[in-house]
Each structure stands twice: as structure tokens, then as C-alpha cells.
Nanobody, 118 residues
Framework: QVQLVESGGDTVQPGGSLRLSCAASGFILANMYRLNWYRQAPGRERELVAGIDSTGRRTNYADSVRGRFIISRSNAENTLSLQMKDLKPEDTAVYYC??????????WGQGTQVTVSS
């Protein structure tokens, strides 16, 4: 069974850090075309936060998170991670893991809530 399960979401104060993880089962993340983290805040469309290519060496980030977030993949653990630091209230959202088998075919996790509030 193909499945992505996110974890690590929490409530933190502004300036805090979190590490999100996405565990894959039923397929191998390293074989995917591309892996991404998206987020969706209440009343807003889902947006791409960060992505990593199939080699694991090329990454891209939304302007709003560049320099604060790092996406990485663990082949040994078959997981995708998002290290987040200097969190801001505007980072509050449900974060989703996305694995693309091809440019048009992919899988989604159920999401994990990140809340940044004092």
C-alpha cells in the first residue's frame, strides 16, 4: 500500500524551530521524479514550500522560506524532512508531503499542523 505519513507538526513561538518528517511506505522515495513540501493556511491556496530533485542534490524554495527552511531526503530511512528555523506566524499552516512519480502523477500525505504563535 502506497502511503505518506507526515509528523513533527506542533505549536511553537515565533523564532522557534521544528523538523517535519514524511515517512513513505509501499514505494521508494529515491526513485521518485521529485519530492516536495507544500503548505496550506486557512482561507489560502496550497503553496509549494520546498522541493528536491531525484538526485537529491538540487533543491528549490519559496522566497518566503529561503534561508530558513531546508529540505532533505534520507534514502536509508526512506523519509523526506523539512527543517524549519526562525519560524514566523505567517508560517502557520498544514504542511503536506508530496512525492511525484512523474510530472503529473504523485502521492500526498494527510498533512501535519504547524502553528506559530506567542
Amino acid at each position: 500500500q502506497v502511503q505518506l505519513v507526515e509528523s513533527g507538526g506542533d505549536t511553537v513561538q515565533p523564532g522557534g524551530s521544528l523538523r517535519l518528517s514524511c515517512a513513505a511506505s509501499g514505494f521508494i522515495l529515491a526513485n521518485m521524479y521529485r519530492l516536495n513540501w507544500y503548505r496550506q493556511a486557512p482561507g489560502r491556496e496550497r503553496e509549494l514550500v520546498a522541493g528536491i530533485d531525484s538526485t537529491g542534490r538540487r533543491t528549490n524554495y519559496a522566497d518566503s522560506v529561503r534561508g530558513r527552511f531546508i529540505i532533505s531526503r534520507s534514502n536509508a530511512e526512506n523519509t523526506l524532512s523539512l527543517q524549519m528555523k526562525d519560524l514566523k506566524p505567517e508560517d502557520t499552516a498544514v504542511y503536506y508531503c508530496n512525492a511525484l512519480r512523474s510530472p503529473t502523477v504523485g502521492y500526498w500525505g494527510q498533512g501535519t499542523q504547524v502553528t506559530v504563535s506567542s
